[in-house]
């Protein structure tokens, strides 16, 4: 009977964890971020601290994962510390929404940069109008793009992990090089000058209110770094290089992240920057002319099509996961006999992430889901204090650094995160649990027919 392989080393792990993170955020959000927080130091500040979550983040995960290093990640965590049923309502939101519909929302935005250079290939030539409902759905040229690069990423997947995270490791390194060049630029631009303030301004009257905005904003673009605990079952000597590549990924991932931005405050004075949202192409430009922004969009272009498939990668296997533990259709914990794949998992992704990218309505539900992933992401650090609890005989070859601090500040930001996205999106957040509950019906239909009676 065919297995997964453990096939993915250090340098491969490591490279997962970045690629996971890096997508489209970096290149999009800081312009929106400037207008809730028009001061360069917070601004810098608050990627800092959305960083350092995510690093606390990956800290906490890396324990749990040396502990079951099986594919799953935080399914797996939720499962073990709380019961079934809590794995599985997080493997359902990320299995309707959040993560089949980031891949579709990366997918478009593949897409549009992809028109870049390709205007024949734009969302404003429609192809074909679907009547679905009371409504029509109008499919754009750039929405078959879309489709076509999730089918050749999840194609890719198919092939094996090692075929799959080579790719990553690909796209990843280049999309890095991508974006130090943006630092290079200012170094040796001579079109700008610089006028770094780093003070609050007189016009920021309530520099908190805007800070939690802009965190908000930098929490989303660090988004993804559990990629590589899903994939955990295939990383080799897990114990050792789980933690070293959630560590090292995120130490460099902030790096870049505040180095760029750096780049970005150099370039474009805060009044320019503030409302722009292709801010990696208009920075890009104001160093070093036109050919800069050619430049930044080819590395989107490469950032966004990296993203996708680590993420294919690793949502697969969280698929994967749950079909063997009998909450998911049965043939999604198949392994393809010849490249050791969770083939039927990659279809099944790849096709509704396709379906939500022709749609349109995926960016809509991913709003709904927002409260749901946050409140997951808090749960997951309470995770670990219910293992050391419940199971303080458990091996765990890795411990979580600076226990229970750094495991603590992982879950006050996650509370903080759930309370600025309820009281901000209280409709989107009651829609989310409205998601949740609709999972309750499956999770009492997989575990009736797999165990007889469902699990809690």
Excluded: C
Aim: proline fraction near 6%; avoid cysteine.
């Amino acid at each position: 009977m065919a297995t997964l392989e453990r096939a993915v080393g250090p340098f491969a792990a490591t490279l997962l964890v970045i690629g996971g993170i890096i997508g489209s955020g970096i290149f999009l959000t800081t312009g929106s971020m400037a207008v809730a927080l028009p001061s360069p130091t917070l601004l810098i500040l608050a990627w800092v601290l959305g960083s350092l979550f995510a690093l606390f983040g990956a800290l906490t995960y890396a324990e749990m994962a040396t502990m079951f290093p099986r594919s799953g990640g935080v399914y797996v965590f939720l499962r073990e510390a709380f019961g079934p049923l809590w794995g599985f309502l997080y493997g359902w939101a990320t299995l309707i929404v959040v993560l089949s519909g980031g891949i579709a929302a990366v997918a478009v935005g593949f897409a549009h940069y992809f028109s870049y250079f390709f205007p024949a290939l734009s969302s404003t030539h429609i192809v074909a109008e679907v009547p679905l409902g009371f409504a029509t759905v109008q499919i754009a040229r750039s929405q078959l793009v879309a489709v076509a690069a999730i089918f050749v990423l999840g194609g890719i997947n198919y092939l094996g992990v090692r075929s799959g995270s080579g790719t990553n490791a690909v796209l990843t390194v280049a999309k890095m090089t991508g974006l130090a060049l943006l630092p290079i630029f200012a170094l040796v631009s001579a079109q700008t000058v610089p006028a770094w303030t780093p003070v609050i301004p007189a016009e920021v009257t309530s520099p908190l209110a805007g800070f939690g905005v802009a965190l908000i904003a930098v929490l989303w673009a660090v988004e993804g770094y559990y990629m590589v605990t899903y994939a955990a079952g295939e990383v080799r000597d897990p114990s050792r290089n789980l933690p070293r590549a959630l560590t090292f990924g995120l130490l460099t991932v902030m790096a870049i992240y505040v180095v760029v931005n750096v780049a970005y405050l150099y370039a474009l004075p805060m009044d320019e920057l503030r409302g722009i949202t292709r801010v990696g192409e208009a920075a890009a430009t104001a160093m070093v002319g036109p050919a800069g922004a050619t430049v930044i969009a080819f590395t989107v272009l490469v950032s966004t099509l990296g993203a996708d498939a680590a993420v294919i990668l690793g949502a697969s296997r969280l698929f994967y996961a749950m079909a063997k533990d009998g909450v998911l259709f049965p043939a999604a914990a198949a392994v393809h006999p010849k490249y050791h794949s969770p083939h039927v998992a990659i279809i099944g992704l790849t096709a509704w992430s396709a379906l939500l990218a022709l749609s349109g309505t995926y960016e809509q539900l991913f709003t709904y889901v927002v409260f749901v992933s946050v409140l997951f992401s808090l749960l997951g650090g309470l995770a670990l204090f219910q293992l050391r609890r419940a199971r303080p005989m458990v091996d765990r070859p890795y411990r979580a650094w600076g226990y229970p601090v750094v495991p603590a500040l992982f879950i006050l930001g996650g509370a903080y995160m759930v309370i600025s996205t309820l009281l901000s999106r209280p409709v989107e957040s009651l829609a989310g649990f409205g998601l949740l509950v609709l999972g309750l019906p499956a999770y009492w239909y997989w575990t009736r027919k797999t165990h007889g009676a469902p699990a809690l």
